[in-house]
C-alpha cells in the first residue's frame, strides 16, 4: 500500500514537473546556464575566447586607473609638517592652535585622543577588553571541554615547540627581544613627544611577547599567568577610568587641577597623557597576547 | 651628480621591485610548499637589499643610510629565521614531506 502510495507521488510529481507533455523538461540547473550571467555584458558578440581576453584586459586597465587615481592624489596632499597647511575648521584649529597650551603634549595627536577626545579612546579600551573577554568565552579550554583530540594536539604542538627544533628561533629571538621590548617601551613612553602612543607602543609590547612566546613557550607562561593577565588588564582599564573622569570633573567645572601641564617637549609633561598612554599600551599589549594565546592554545 | 643619483637610485628601486615581482610569481608558479618557500624568501633578502640601497642613493644622508642599514639588518636577521620556521614546521607535521622531495 505504502508503495503504491509512493510510486504514484512519483508519477504526480513528475507530471507536474511536465512529463508526458509535448515541450521538453528543463530543470532550474539548465535555465540559470542558459541565462547570460549577468556580469558578461559582451554575451554572444565575441567567441568565448575573445570574451575572455576582453575581461582580462579591462580588468588590468581598471586596476592601473584606480592605482593612478590614488597615486595622483598623493601627489596633491599637502607636504608633511608645511607651514601653510590647510586648518580645516575652528575644531581643528583650535587643537592646533591652543593644544600645546592647554595639554601640554607637542605630539598633537595624542593631545587630540587622550584629552580632548578622551572619553572615545577610553571607549575603545573597552572595546578591546570585551573582545579579549569574548574571545576567552568562546575558546577557552579547561578541563570540563578538552577532548583527547586537543590533548593530541597539544602533544604536537609540544613536539614543534621543543628544544632540538626551535634552535634557531631561540637564538635569535635572544638577540632581538630586548630591542623590540626596548622600543616598545620607548614608542609609550614618548607619546606624548613624538610619533607613537599607547596603541602603536602596546602592539609592539604585544608582538615582542608573542614572539618570545613561541621561542620560549614556557618562561612566558610562567610570568603571564591567568591571574597576572586579569590583574593588568583591569588594573590599566581602573586607572584610565578614574584619570579620565578626574580630568573631566576640573575640565568641565573650571576648578585647579594638581597634575599641571609642565614644559613641552620634556618627557614628565603633558599632565596624564604620559600615564595613560602606558595603561592604553599595557591593555593593547595583554589583549594581543591574549588573543593569541587563545587561538593557539585555548588557555594562558 | 643629482641626476646621475636619481637615476642610479631609481634603477636599483627597480631592480628590487623586479626581484619581488620575480619572488611573487615564483610563489604562484611552484607547486609544492618548500619550493614556494624557496621563492618568498628571495624577496626577504635580495629584494629589500637592492631597494634600500636605491633609496639611500636617492636621499644621500648619512642619518638616513643608518636607518636604513638598520632595517635591513632587522629584514635580514628575521626573514631567513622566520622562513626556516615555517618551512621546519611544514617538514615535521607534513607526513608526506619524503614524496616531494628529499629532506634529512
Known amino acids: 500500500m505504502t508503495k503504491n502510495i509512493k510510486e504514484r507521488w512519483r508519477q504526480f510529481a513528475a507530471w507536474v514537473n511536465g512529463a508526458d507533455s509535448d515541450t521538453p523538461v528543463v530543470t532550474p540547473e539548465e535555465k540559470r ?115 583527547a583530540y586537543d590533548l593530541a594536539e597539544r602533544a604536537e604542538d609540544a613536539e614543534i615547540e621543543s628544544e632540538e627544533n626551535t634552535t634557531v628561533l631561540r637564538s635569535v629571538v635572544r638577540m632581538l627581544m630586548p630591542v623590540i621590548l626596548l622600543f616598545g617601551v620607548y614608542v609609550l613612553l614618548n607619546g606624548h613627544l613624538s610619533p607613537g602612543g599607547g596603541f602603536s607602543g602596546g602592539a609592539i609590547l604585544g608582538a615582542g611577547l608573542i614572539l618570545f612566546e613561541n621561542a620560549f613557550g614556557e618562561k612566558v607562561r610562567r610570568f603571564m599567568s591567568e591571574h597576572v593577565y586579569h590583574f593588568i588588564k583591569v588594573a590599566a582599564l581602573y586607572f584610565y577610568g578614574f584619570t579620565m573622569i578626574y580630568v573631566f570633573f576640573t575640565g568641565a567645572n573650571g576648578l585647579h587641577s594638581i597634575i599641571g601641564t609642565g614644559i613641552p617637549g620634556m618627557i614628565f609633561s603633558a599632565g596624564v597623557i604620559m600615564p595613560i598612554n602606558v595603561a592604553v599600551g599595557l591593555e593593547v599589549a595583554c589583549t594581543m597576547y591574549a588573543f593569541y594565546a587563545f587561538f593557539s592554545k585555548g588557555e594562558l | 651628480m643629482m641626476l646621475a643619483r636619481a637615476i642610479v637610485g631609481s634603477v636599483l628601486v627597480c631592480l628590487g621591485l623586479v626581484v619581488f615581482c620575480i619572488s611573487l610569481i615564483g610563489v604562484y608558479r611552484f607547486r609544492y610548499v618548500l619550493n614556494r618557500m624557496h621563492a618568498s624568501a628571495l624577496c626577504d633578502t635580495l629584494g629589500s637589499f637592492l631597494v634600500m640601497l636605491g633609496l639611500a642613493i636617492l636621499f644621500w644622508s648619512v642619518w638616513v643610510t643608518l636607518k636604513l642599514a638598520c632595517i635591513l639588518a632587522f629584514l635580514w636577521i628575521t626573514g631567513p629565521v622566520a622562513t626556516h620556521r615555517t618551512t621546519k614546521v611544514e617538514v615535521l607535521t607534513d607526513e608526506y614531506v619524503m614524496e616531494e622531495c628529499e629532506v634529512e
Open chain 1, 33 to 147: 546556464a542558459a541565462r547570460p550571467h549577468p556580469l558578461r555584458f559582451l554575451h554572444g558578440m565575441l567567441s568565448e575566447k575573445n570574451e575572455m581576453r576582453v575581461y582580462h584586459i579591462f580588468s588590468v586597465v581598471m586596476c592601473l586607473v584606480f592605482t593612478g587615481t590614488l597615486l595622483l592624489t598623493v601627489l596633491y596632499l599637502p607636504t608633511f609638517g608645511g607651514a601653510g597647511n590647510p586648518t580645516e575648521n575652528e575644531v581643528m584649529e583650535r587643537y592646533v592652535e591652543k593644544g600645546i597650551e592647554e595639554v601640554g603634549a607637542t605630539n598633537l595627536i595624542s593631545n587630540i585622543i587622550l584629552v580632548y577626545r578622551g572619553f572615545d579612546t577610553f571607549g575603545e579600551s573597552c572595546v578591546l577588553f570585551l573582545a579579549a573577554t569574548c574571545v576567552m568565552i568562546l575558546l577557552r579550554k579547561d578541563e570540563k571541554n578538552t577532548t
